[in-house]
């Protein structure tokens, strides 16, 4: 299983609204990530996570919070959005082989969020 | 990491080779080169990466200067499906407590029947 499965595949939501994006890999790798995407433009991260520890966070706003329950499971809580947050949210995720590895990244398809 | 610069467009005629041009004229001894494709409404695909000589793999090759300054991504026989933006990216190899995989603006290939 070489996939990274997201869900929803789309999402709205109101401004005051909380909601949560979840991705999944079952393929043992041990960092995962998180990246938002404008339309015409390319993949910005935004956080890493390495063995469950959050590692790399892109001076994200607050508003976006990240969760790693498990090595299989990434979480983007969502709360208090702005319409300029709306965007294609994609999750990737890579072995981890330590320094000195070339770390592939395998992204799902993304979760197309509207905020209104 | 050194900066990437990609033509921002390209097309290629479809059973031709397709050869994408990659600048990295700042990178240094340890950094890799990485190319990804983006398919409409997908996300990124990782295509193959090299270090100093040349790679194959089943989707492309990937050809590297003498002196690392520049690459070229080549897929070999273009089909339609291979319509994507294509990423070219520099980065140190490392695991991912520091991996952070950074985007550049890419080019976007189109393969014409």
């Known amino acids: 299983d070489t996939e990274v499965t997201q869900t929803p595949k789309h999402l709205v939501m109101g401004m005051t609204n909380k909601k949560s994006l979840k991705c999944e890999q079952h393929?043992?790798?041990?960092?995962m990530y998180w990246y938002k995407q404008k339309a015409k433009k390319p993949p910005e991260l935004m956080f890493v996570y390495s063995y469950e520890k959050l590692s790399i966070n892109e001076s994200v706003p607050s508003r976006f919070s990240p969760e790693c329950p498990n090595s299989s499971l990434l979480n983007l809580h969502l709360h208090a959005l702005q319409p300029e947050d709306s965007a294609l949210y994609l999750c990737?995720?890579?072995?981890?082989?330590?320094?000195?590895?070339?770390?592939?990244?395998?992204f799902g398809s993304g979760t197309q969020l509207s905020v209104l | 990491d050194a900066k990437t610069t990609q033509p921002p467009s390209m097309d290629c005629a479809e059973g031709r080779a397709a050869n994408l041009p990659c600048n990295h004229s700042?990178?240094?001894?340890?950094?890799?080169v990485y190319w990804y494709r983006q398919i409409h409404s997908q996300g990124p695909q990782y295509i193959i990466h090299?270090?100093?000589n040349n790679e194959t793999n089943e989707m492309a090759s990937l050809i590297i200067t003498e002196d690392r300054k520049s690459s070229t991504l080549i897929l070999p026989h273009a089909t339609l499906r291979d319509t994507a933006v294509y990423y070219c990216?520099?980065?140190?190899?490392?695991?991912?407590?520091?991996?952070?995989?950074?985007f550049g603006t890419g080019t976007l290939l189109a393969v014409q029947p």
């Open positions: 700042t990178i240094s001894g340890n950094e890799y």
């Open positions: 393929m043992g790798h041990r960092a």
């Open positions: 090299g270090l100093k």
């Open positions: 990737a995720s890579s072995q981890d082989g330590g320094a000195g590895g070339v770390e592939k990244l395998f």
């Open positions: 990216i520099v980065r140190v190899g490392y695991g991912g407590a520091t991996n952070k995989l950074i």
